[in-house]
């Protein structure tokens, strides 16, 4: 395993030393060694790349669309150049199967900014209300804060969407995944981006987070993660009327009604819910199945959930890595440990390998709909399953929840749409229907506020202004 470090910061269209010498390891978390570091960013560093960003403003801003679409795409083909390096450094920093790697971690983020590319090159909307023109612009300096558990993709998805319309970025990523962050700062020096555009500062929350989130020359935040980290960006923000957009915790609901084809629907949704080792914000982690059909619905979990290797990410046979920390490893075991469910699958006796944060593939029955189990998002390879007996009490149950971001409905097609218009969250997939990344993407409750992705992620970044004639 090679090392990887990198030493420098993205500011100002040049890689600049960071203000402090430390840095911070980036661990694999399947051999459980440090394979490389990144600078670990101050709030110095942080105003440094904020009037980077300021001053790239105006130019960036003006840019004709065509100019700035073009700009973009010669940024998408100098990241999918590094497609293969993507997928392999993910792989060690954060744990996912190659496979699994190349085809989301990798191919996901370099569908989704040639999309965007290609709205950039767009002319911006503007239409005439009576006496008044309405035009859109751009927020201005946007600071993007950025998970680790798909760690180029929503990175890929703010800045994407910040850029093409106009605005200027300072960038974080997570602590835990910084590496591929730097490959497309690297992608941006080849691309030539203007200076400043786009900015990249590696951190730790507490540090260039909070410095992020606070500084009074950024005009927009735009964060993923947890519900708790959210709230706390958005009290740093309001102190200066700053705006906010927030994708955070999900805890959704698979429903499978009496009438759907089970064997997929179980299927299915196993391997959702199970999707990057569990560590997927939109996991249907709660499995409603109808009476009728729930003790085959159970047995058919567990047996898809055996099926589940554990092992190296770059060994082809693996379906499932670890966890990406030791932190997270025990933080889902704790909500094991808790359950008071029937355990029909995995649990903290089944064996995993003897190296790695892993957590054996984990199914529960007989779940109570408002027990932990249900409630919380746990962030690892556990389902929960739960019965009802009519359509009104599946779509309560499904929306018994402080989340809203995701779900599923298997049915009959009219049938399954009524219950998905019923549900209380941001997108649903009626029987399979695939994911579609230039659709809206966001959340209900505390699951987030405003959208990414496509066209209404692109609006996200703008202001509406009315200029009356």
Known sequence: MTPVHRDELWIGGAWVPPESSERIGVENPYTEEVFGHVPAGTAEDVDLAVSAARAALPGWADLPAADRGAALGRLHRALAARADEIARIVGLELGTPLKIAKAVQAGLPLTVLAGYAELAAQPWAQETIG?????????GVIGAITPWNY???????????????GNTVVLKPSEMTPLVAFLLADAAAEADLPAGVLNLVSGTGPVVGAAIAGHPDIDMVSFTGSTATGRAISHAAADRVARVSLELGGKSANVILEDADLVKAVKVGVGNAFLNSGQTCTAWTRMLVHRSHYDEAVELAAKTAAGYTLGDPFDPATRLGPLASAGQRDRVRGFIERA???????????????????????????????????????????????????????????????????????GSDERALAVARRLRTGAVDVNGGAFNPFAPFGGYKQSGIGRELGAYGLAEFQQVKAIQR
């Open 340 to 410: 008071s469910a029937r355990l029909v699958a995995g649990g903290l006796d089944a064996p995993v390998p003897a190296t790695g944060h892993f957590v054996a593939p984990t199914v529960f029955a007989d779940v109570d709909p408002d027990s932990e189990l249900a409630q919380e998002e746990i962030f690892g390879p556990v389902l929960s399953i739960i019965g009802f007996d009519s359509d009104d009490e599946a779509v309560a149950i499904a929306n018994n929840s402080r989340y809203g971001l995701a779900g599923a409905v298997w």
């Open 151 to 165: 760690p180029l993709h929503q990175v890929v998805a703010k800045v994407g969407a910040a850029l093409a319309a």
């Open 131 to 139: 006496n008044s023109l309405v035009v859109h612009e751009p927020v």
